[in-house]
């Protein structure tokens, strides 16, 4: 689990801190939250406070790593808890959902309290399936569709639905805009897996486009022409300028030093979707507080 900021909106202005925590951490003991309090480890606006305290409008709350139920479930309360937050758009057929880091799409293994299980406790939500995949650390835009007829059209559409990824590498690129054609292919070993390029392997095409150049790194947007598992990583690091904070694909002791710089995840966003279901539809979601708070902390050319 992670760190939590939420910022607070107009309906909640006004309610105190412990009462607005109560309803945010369901099943947490009214004791721990209480502790967290006075301990500091809740915060608002980067400083600590009072149970008492009166929320404002534009205030951030920090929230701790805290499990607010021990299941085996699979289900997440406090993905729950937060998922009309995380819909950037709903209709009859499918979701747009702004996926949070640290929540798995579908369980697995060593995975749990994932998105599916969770939203299918939701009674209009039981049929609901993922059209594509988010790796668990990876945030942004996730098309859920609601239904059977729905899924089935966005399979059948799916080498036209645009993605477009934020990703902080490291190093420089040499150019203004760098396209990779590197076929790409699973290797399991040992009961891990791994992709790696082959020329025998399915093609695969991503466009990293320069976007802000700091010191050490580069913030590109990336331009999927393919959808392979792992592309945007692999090809990443086949250019020798892996993604920030990839365990997998990238270099320890780089990740090692973003880590000193609020860095605990990979440094890949989905930010906008695109694709055509009777009508044009087109989102975009915000690069999280956790990934701005990065380039904040690194320093620019």
Same mark, same amino acid.
């Given at each position: 689990m992670s760190v939590d900021y939420i910022h607070i909106s107009s309906n909640e202005i006004g309610q105190r801190l412990d009462n607005f925590l109560l309803k945010k951490l369901k099943g947490v003991p009214r004791s721990l939250i209480y502790k967290i309090i006075r301990s500091g480890q809740v915060r608002i606006n980067k400083g600590r406070t009072k149970a008492s305290y009166r929320l404002s409008e534009k205030d951030i709350v920090r929230i701790p790593p805290i499990e607010t139920s021990n299941n085996s479930t699979g289900i997440s309360y406090k993905f729950l808890n937060n998922l009309e937050k995380y819909i950037i758009f709903e209709n009859q057929d499918f979701i747009i959902l702004d996926k949070p880091a640290k929540i798995a799409v579908h369980s697995g293994t060593g995975l749990k309290n994932d998105i599916i299980s969770s939203i299918k406790t939701i009674k209009e939500y039981r049929n609901i399936t993922p059209v594509h995949r !988010?790796?668990? @650390?990876?945030?942004?835009?996730?098309?859920?569709? #609601?239904?059977?007829?729905?899924?089935?059209?966005?399979?059948?559409?799916?080498?036209?639905? /645009?993605?477009?990824?934020?990703?902080?590498? $490291?190093?420089?690129?040499?150019?203004? &805009?760098? #396209?990779?054609?590197?076929?790409?292919? @699973?290797?399991?070993? @040992? =009961?891990?897996?791994?992709?790696?390029?082959?020329?025998? =392997? #399915?093609?695969?095409?991503?466009? $990293?486009?320069?976007?802000?150049? *700091?010191?050490?790194?580069?913030?590109?947007?990336?331009?999927? %022409?393919?959808?392979?598992?792992?592309?945007?990583?692999?090809?990443?690091?086949?250019? +020798? +300028?892996?993604?920030?904070?990839? /365990?997998? *694909? =990238?270099? /320890? &002791?780089?990740?090692? %030093? !973003?880590?000193? /710089?609020?860095? @605990?995840?990979? $440094?890949?966003?989905? %930010?906008?979707?695109?694709? *055509?279901? +009777?009508?044009?539809?087109? $989102?975009?979601?915000?690069?999280?507080?956790?990934?701005?708070?990065?380039?904040?902390?690194?320093k620019e050319v």
């Open positions: !988010l790796d668990k @650390d990876t945030s942004g835009c996730l098309i859920l569709a #609601k239904n059977y007829q729905s899924a089935s059209f966005f399979g059948s559409i799916m080498p036209d639905i /645009k993605k477009t990824y934020n990703a902080l590498l $490291f190093g420089r690129l040499s150019k203004k &805009e760098v #396209k990779i054609d590197k076929a790409l292919t @699973d290797v399991r070993k @040992d =009961g891990n897996r791994k992709i790696i390029t082959s020329s025998s =392997g #399915k093609p695969a095409s991503s466009i $990293f486009i320069k976007k802000k150049q *700091y010191k050490k790194f580069t913030l590109v947007d990336v331009i999927l %022409e393919t959808g392979r598992t792992h592309q945007i990583r692999v090809h990443a690091a086949n250019m +020798n +300028n892996p993604i920030c904070g990839d /365990k997998k *694909y =990238g270099d /320890k &002791e780089l990740n090692r %030093e !973003l880590n000193n /710089k609020g860095l @605990d995840r990979i $440094f890949l966003h989905a %930010e906008k979707i695109s694709f *055509y279901y +009777n009508k044009k539809y087109s $989102f975009k979601s915000k690069l999280p507080l956790d990934l701005l708070c990065v380039l904040d902390n690194i």
